[in-house]
């Protein structure tokens, strides 16, 4: 049977993008993200809480290896949010990873013009550890003085692909980064620095 | 759906409420960007917060307590109907009191009292393009904007200088987003300008009618535009406010007869209540 979706959807959906929207407006603090959803493995019940609340027929969803191979998220993820799944990355207004360590480059995903900054990708990662007390040093808008975030399992190689990110402003993707019950964002506005 | 007025929460259908949310990210992601959205009909004519309201009801939860204010004030036809909107459609608690605000919808004015990290401050925009009057075009303001070329509205400002022989813009006074995006901070006084910097409030900004949302992320420096021999000033004011006595606030002049009587009054009035309320007495107090 289909899990189910959101038990409120209008209280939940809105409580999730308030998270949201807090970890982007204060980059490297930990937002609380509960979703009571218990959607189909691979999917995480926080990344399957972002889809629902953010996605529709207006913004489709990439999904990564692991994801795609299960035709019950798919189900579940077409049945909830309405989007369209796409194969192509540089379509999808949000991709959804479940096997963090294994992201793709940001390049294949749609980062806007510089005109239309905001046609970009935002790439919401499934990761099992969040901390802000050690990690990168961060800052840009959003971040009183400096703040500090550690996530992982991530690419090695995150930090570069975020400073490359970063350098691109005002266009690149954004960065949501979901662990269990929590959830933290870099926006592209954000400077990365190793620890 | 909420049972005593028929209407969803916050009046929206959950569909815009989506596409407003997608925008308020990406607006955040790209502080000072004017973000497209798709504007929805509300049930107020342009030019009274429609922007400001669809924003308000897009990111509103249950736990919210919303304050609204026009030029300052709560309880002005626009704020109390604003107001009384949201506490229809979403029964949400509404307050006058700054501090105990977690949603503040404005129109043309920064609150008096600081505002705080538990914040979002949602302001009502009507021309949300600090180059319109310069460029009517948008295709060649984006192109402005994507080439960060700004010279326009330098050229705007120096020519205030050689006509007045200072800045005369004393509203709508354009600002510097994070170093980058040249914005409008709406027409609020240029006195509030320097309440946007290193604001510890998340400053989001929705224009209706011109279907554009932008973002101020909190702790993020805002720079009024000026020059090293002009610098920025605020309007200063050579008294006090006449009923709590405060300085360092910005005053709306009150006719009193039509004799040429008249006071100068704080523009916040939860400020001025508060101040009256703590025992500051202004120098017209008595009569008012």
């Known amino acids: ?45 926080e990344l399957a809480a972002v889809a629902l609340a953010l996605a529709d027929a207006d913004a489709p969803l990439w999904l990564d290896a692991g994801l795609a191979e299960s035709p019950a998220v798919a189900e579940f993820l077409r049945f909830h949010t309405g989007a369209r799944i ?68 991530l690419p090695a190689d995150m930090p570069a692909r975020l400073a490359r990110n970063h350098a691109g402003f005002p266009q690149g ?22 620890g | 759906m909420n049972a005593e007025t028929g209407y969803n929460f916050a009046y929206l259908d959950e569909g815009t409420k989506r596409m407003i949310r997608r925008a308020i990210l990406k607006a955040i992601a790209i502080p000072g960007y004017q973000v497209p959205f798709a504007s929805r009909e509300m049930p107020m004519p342009y030019g009274w917060g429609t922007g400001g309201v669809q924003v308000t009801a897009a990111i509103l939860g249950r736990s919210d307590v919303l304050k609204v204010i026009d030029q ?50 949602v302001y009502q925009v009507p021309i949300p393009e600090p180059l319109r009057f310069l ?18 509205m330098h050229v705007k400002l120096y020519e205030d200088i050689a006509r007045h022989g200072h800045i005369a813009t004393t509203y709508a006074y354009p600002v ?54 002009h610098p920025f000033r605020v309007q200063t004011f050579d008294r006090p406010c006449a009923l709590c006595g405060a300085d360092g606030v910005y005053l709306d002049e009150v006719l009193l007869d039509d004799a040429g009587g008249r006071m100068f009054v704080c523009s916040d009035t939860d400020h001025c209540e508060e101040r009256r309320a703590d025992g500051h007495v202004g120098m017209e107090a008595a009569h008012a």
């Open chain 1, 1 to 45: 049977m289909l899990a189910r979706g959101f038990a409120d959807p209008v209280h939940n959906a809105q409580r999730v993008f308030r998270a949201v929207m807090d970890a982007l407006a204060r980059p490297g603090t930990i937002q609380a993200l509960a979703t009571g959803l218990a959607p189909p493995a691979p999917l995480t019940p």
């Open chain 1, 86 to 153: 796409t194969d192509d990355p540089a379509e999808a207004a949000f991709a959804l990873v479940s096997d963090a360590a294994a992201c793709p480059t940001f390049d294949a995903f749609a980062q806007g013009t510089p005109a239309y900054p905001d046609r970009s990708a935002t790439l919401v990662l499934a990761v099992s550890d969040l901390s802000d007390r050690e990690g990168w040093h961060l800052d840009g808008p959003g971040i009183r003085d400096s703040a500090r975030l550690a996530a992982s399992p």
């Open chain 1, 173 to 194: 993707i954004d960065l949501i980064l979901a662990a269990p019950g929590r959830v933290a964002a870099l926006p592209r506005s954000t400077r990365v620095q190793e």
């Open chain 2, 72 to 121: 300052g004030s709560d309880d002005t036809t626009n704020a109390v109907s604003i107001r009384a909107f949201f506490a229809r459609t979403a029964d949400v608690a509404v307050t006058t009191r700054t501090r105990e605000a977690t949603v503040i919808q404005t129109r043309h004015r920064i609150p008096e009292a600081p505002l705080h990290e538990a914040q979002v401050l």
């Open chain 2, 135 to 152: 460029e009517p075009r948008e295709t060649e303001t984006r192109q402005l904007h994507a080439l960060a070329e700004y010279g326009l």
């Open chain 2, 176 to 229: 510097e987003v994070a170093g980058r995006y040249v914005m409008d901070p709406s027409p609020t006084p240029k006195f509030d300008n320097p309440k946007m910097d290193d604001c510890p409030a998340l400053q989001l900004f929705g224009a209706g009618r011109e279907k554009r949302i932008y973002a101020v992320p909190p702790h993020t420096r805002v720079r009024s535009l000026d020059f090293e021999d």
